[in-house]
């Protein structure tokens, strides 16, 4: 059968097929948001590479060079850049181990507030009857609870009974963070369960569980990479928001949040730099997880990737 | 001929609510009102009706996908609406396939075509092939088809029209089924696609040893391909017979309009019927008698009243009107 | 282009292109065509020939800014429509070319009445307000809906699909307008009701002397309802003509194709004409004859260069260099 159009033609030549590769790479790394990857930077490369950029040890004090402002300033100097923090610890390097911290929790809460809600989501939209029902009425009475409240009594319950670690924050926020999730994948399976290619499955014989797996889970990936990326933000601020009320981190370790619970007194004090700085890379980090998750929406949506992809040839 | 398939009596009301505050009141949609007709091993059946007729909810209710409310449906002689256990009705799915209108929203958007095709023989697997096997089938499919390799690995958006529906029928048969229900399958298709498709499926259906059951509105693509046909109205069967005798001598006033209705691309033809007046029927509240006699330009005093059974009018051709010679009401 | 005794419309080699981010997308790429006053003309053509995109172009309703007239005339009542501002083609649309689209669902608006949505075309007009209600039930029975008086205050969701198109068309003639473009006005209908609705389109045609545009798929629409034809594929006209000559003697090979693929009442043969391969992806034509790949009679010259228009015995013309007196 044949097509109209002219079929470009493959050169000869794995020199040629290389050429083709890293070009069309190149392209896609055109399009890609430089913004928002710029903003999320520092989380990921500090948080992977950490202990690697440490310029001084991050827990051993000196109160010798205690408060000292940041290099560009009067009393500065560069070896400790952006300056020390109260008891001497050189900040850059104090933020670069609290993004790890940051790191960890944001990646593991959204995970396991994402499959908790996606599965919850697509049971309920699929099951209907009765199991949406009572998966929806659950869904109610968390929402009813104000989330900060409901971390806070997670994770502090969970300190009490002697779980350490990053551990608490995490399932605190998985519980408190599953809603969203959950009520945007139930819509959208409830639509896609009308969909054809759902009754022609079920005309082949596929069972429910098939069904779920391949045949919606696929359709509802999209729409939680857009919010889970928009989620990230939420779990850094929730973990700051912890951190700051005293049950998320524990020193010595740090993460952002911390350092601007422990030093905000310092704010009107004179060493503004303590939290400020861990402030911005917060701010810019929930930021950039904001944009990005607006980029992947018009990136996946069918509908105006045809207008960033070129058109696909028969 | 064996028959293949039989359907006795076949009923489908849909509950609709009709408002009410304190107590809701009930009505029914009667999309599916006492349907009967059998399809004979190898032949190829056709479904002739506009929007109402109740025949997209009959090959629903032939695939399971709706409950009836009564009647029976005999699949190779077995009563397939009283199936309970999932091997039974695994059985009859590898049976029974079907491909839909519009192959764009049919098929997965998210799964490539050789997963699309291969889908059935992964549920089914009854002789126990290796992925690896069932991958070599559906390329050996989609070759039966039309298509060539370099579509496996492609994304059902990527396809043109006339492709996906080729890929929906490769699915279709790919399990060798003994039947495969048609809905509307060249319509959504442009027209010079449409011959390519309908050759394809005679081909298919004499390589195969297929059955077919078509859904359409178009009679002359039904006229084309059926050897029996059905004509349906507001839930029931108008007119059956074989496809030359009902063509040639169309019986039921309804069956003569909808013939008459149909754009002749002859510039020199003169419609000698003139248009049916009045909308089609509403299947919630189903005009009294026959159900045609609204529209009917011959409709008699009775019509109103009692409600026309199919009546033999020559040796396998049947009529449901009051205006056939010896008409029969129903008492 | 055969303009004779002044056309009502006169469209010279229209181009329409769609920027786009993925490339330029030559919806309609040099069409030529005229509408004589009181004549029905039938646009036909496979889905992606660019056949809606031309009457979009004429009312200038194209989607901004992708879409953009990038040359080409379009002469209505010898008035330059490309050439006008937005706020004279204002005052054309409707009252001078009017237009029927193809969903009626989607184009009447869900939250207004039936009736009010009639008035409001009569209200651009700056009807007085005791008529405007007689004129409304005027309009609407004359579209032949039933029991107008009591269905003023129905909602569109309440009309079936006639109904409802019915409703458009009397929106459509409601001003009396010169052209009636009407983009696939029964695609949506049941048969019995498309039936209905083209007698209707017919009648109203011939008591007001409007020209019609009749776009379609369906060559016996065209048949039944046209008096001369323009093909279109993949952006251009192929062949246009009268209804009698393009029927029964088609010149260019898409047509005769075209003719005979298609499934006729009465005539059952052993296995249906079939043309090979797809329309073509209009961001990527073939060079030369658009129609060359999938052509029975295609020559080298086919498939070098797009062919010019050849008058056909005096009516109408085909573009194939089968027709060129050099070729022959």
């Given amino acids: 059968m044949k097509s109209g159009g002219v079929k470009t033609e493959i050169s000869r030549g794995s020199l040629n097929r290389y050429r083709i590769e890293v070009a069309r790479i190149g392209q896609w790394l055109t399009r890609l948001p430089f913004i928002p990857i710029i903003c999320l930077l520092p989380l990921f490369v500090f948080g992977i590479f950490g202990p690697l950029l440490y310029l001084h040890d991050p827990h051993a004090p000196n109160l010798l060079i205690a408060m000292q402002s940041p290099a560009w300033m009067a009393g500065g100097n560069w070896a400790y850049p952006l300056g020390t923090d109260q008891v001497g610890r050189d900040l850059l390097t104090r933020l670069i181990e609290g993004a790890r911290s940051s790191l960890i929790v944001a990646i593991f809460g959204v995970l396991f507030s994402g499959l908790l809600g996606i599965f919850l989501g697509i049971l309920a939209g699929f099951a209907g009857g009765k199991t949406d029902n009572f998966i929806m009425r659950i869904v109610d009475t968390f929402m009813a609870i104000p989330q900060i409240f409901l971390m806070l009594i997670i994770a502090a319950a969970l300190r009490r009974a002697g779980i350490l670690g990053l551990t608490p924050i995490i399932i605190a926020i998985a519980i408190s963070m599953w809603v969203p999730y959950a009520r945007m994948v139930r819509g959208e399976t409830l639509s896609l369960k009308q969909r054809e290619f759902v009754a022609l499955a079920r005309v082949t014989g596929c069972s429910s569980r098939r069904i779920m797996l391949k045949h919606i889970f696929p359709g509802v990936i999209n729409i939680i990479v857009v919010m889970a990326t928009t989620q990230l933000g939420g779990a850094i601020m929730a973990e700051a928001g912890m951190s700051f009320l005293g049950v998320g981190v524990q020193p010595p370790n740090t993460a952002w949040g911390l350092m601007i619970s422990e030093s905000n007194k310092y704010i009107t004090s004179g060493a503004w730099w303590i939290p400020t700085f861990a402030g911005i890379l917060i701010t810019i980090t929930i930021l950039g997880s904001n944009l990005l998750g607006d980029w992947l929406r018009d990136a996946l949506d069918p509908r105006t990737r045809q207008a960033m992809k070129k058109i696909k040839r028969n | 001929m064996e028959n293949l398939l039989e359907v006795q009596h076949l009923v489908k009301y849909f509950p609709i609510s009709a408002g009410g505050f304190f107590r809701r009141r009930y009505k029914s949609c009667q999309a599916v009102d006492d349907i009967s007709f059998t399809v004979p091993k190898g032949s190829c059946f056709g479904l002739a009706g506009e929007s109402g007729s109740g025949k997209s909810t009959l090959a629903k209710l032939l695939l399971l996908l709706e409950q009836a409310t009564r009647g029976s449906i005999l699949f190779e002689g077995r009563d397939v609406r009283h199936f309970r256990s999932r091997s039974d009705l695994l059985w009859y799915r590898s049976r029974l396939q079907t491909v839909f209108q519009d192959a764009g929203s049919s098929l997965s958007p998210r799964m490539r075509i050789q997963d699309i095709v291969s889908e059935p023989l992964e549920v089914h697997n009854q002789k126990q092939l290796s992925l690896s096997q069932i991958h070599a089938r559906a390329e050996e499919v989609l070759h039966d088809v039309g298509l060539g390799a370099n579509i496996l690995t492609r994304y059902p958006h990527e396809l043109s029209g006339g492709q996906k529906q080729r890929v929906a029928i490769a699915r279709a048969i790919i399990l060798e089924p003994a039947m495969v229900i048609l809905d509307e399958p060249v319509s959504a298709l442009d027209v010079s696609v449409r011959a390519q498709i309908l050759n394809l499926l005679a081909d298919l259906q004499e390589k195969h040893n297929l059955t077919y059951l078509i859904i359409a509105h178009d009679l002359a693509v039904l006229q084309q391909i059926t050897t029996r046909i059905a004509v349906m109205y507001l839930g029931q069967i108008v007119e059956i017979g074989n496809t030359p005798a009902v063509f040639s001598q169309p019986t039921h006033p309804y069956t003569q309009a909808l013939l008459a209705a149909m754009p002749v691309p002859d510039p020199r033809h003169i419609k000698r019927v003139s248009a049916l007046s009045g909308e089609i029927g509403n299947p919630i509240d189903p005009p009294p008698g026959c159900r045609f006699h609204p529209r009917c330009p011959q409709a008699g005093a009775e019509c109103k009243t009692r409600l026309p059974v199919l009546y033999e009018v020559s040796p396998g051709h049947e009529v449901a009107c009051s205006l056939t010679e010896a008409g029969q009401w129903k008492s | ?328």
């Fill in chain 3, 1 to 328: 282009m055969n303009n004779p005794d002044k056309p009502l419309l006169s469209v010279e080699n229209l181009k329409t292109y769609f920027y786009t981010n993925a490339g330029i997308v030559k919806a309609v790429d040099g069409v030529s065509f005229y509408v004589r006053p009181g004549e029905a003309l039938g646009l036909a053509g496979e889905s992606g020939c660019g056949k809606s995109i031309t009457c979009h172009s004429i009312l200038r309703l194209l989607p901004k800014p992708a879409g953009r007239i990038v040359s080409g005339k379009i002469l209505f009542e010898g008035v330059d429509l490309v050439t006008q501002p937005e706020s004279r083609m204002r005052q054309w649309r409707g009252k001078e070319i009017s237009m029927i689209l193809q969903d009626p669902l989607m184009a009447l608006n869900p939250v207004y009445t039936i009736g009010n949505q009639v008035a409001e075309s009569f209200q651009l007009d700056k009807v007085a307000r005791k008529s405007l209600q007689q004129k409304v039930i005027d309009v609407l029975k004359s579209v032949k809906i039933p029991s107008v008086e009591e269905r003023l205050n129905t909602y569109p969701f309440q009309f079936s699909g006639g109904m409802r198109q019915r409703t458009c068309a009397a929106i459509a003639i409601s001003r009396y307008p010169k052209l009636l473009i009407a983009d696939e006005p029964t695609t949506s209908l049941d048969v019995t009701i498309q039936d209905q609705f083209i007698k209707l389109l017919k009648e109203i045609q011939q008591r007001h002397h409007m020209a019609l545009i009749l776009v379609t798929h369906d060559l016996g629409l065209v048949a039944e309802s046209c008096d001369r034809v323009a093909i279109m594929y993949a952006g251009r006209i192929v062949e246009t003509g009268s209804v009698l000559r393009v029927f029964e003697n088609p010149a260019h090979p898409y047509t005769r194709a075209l003719m005979q693929a298609i499934p006729r009442l009465g005539q059952k043969n052993k296995r249906l004409f079939q043309i090979e391969g797809e329309p073509p992806n209009p961001a990527n034509l073939p060079p030369g004859c658009y129609f060359h790949p999938r052509c029975h009679q295609a020559m080298e010259h086919c498939k070098q260069e797009y062919p010019p228009e050849i008058p056909i015995q005096g009516d109408g013309y085909a573009a194939c260099w089968r027709y060129h007196k050099e070729e022959a």
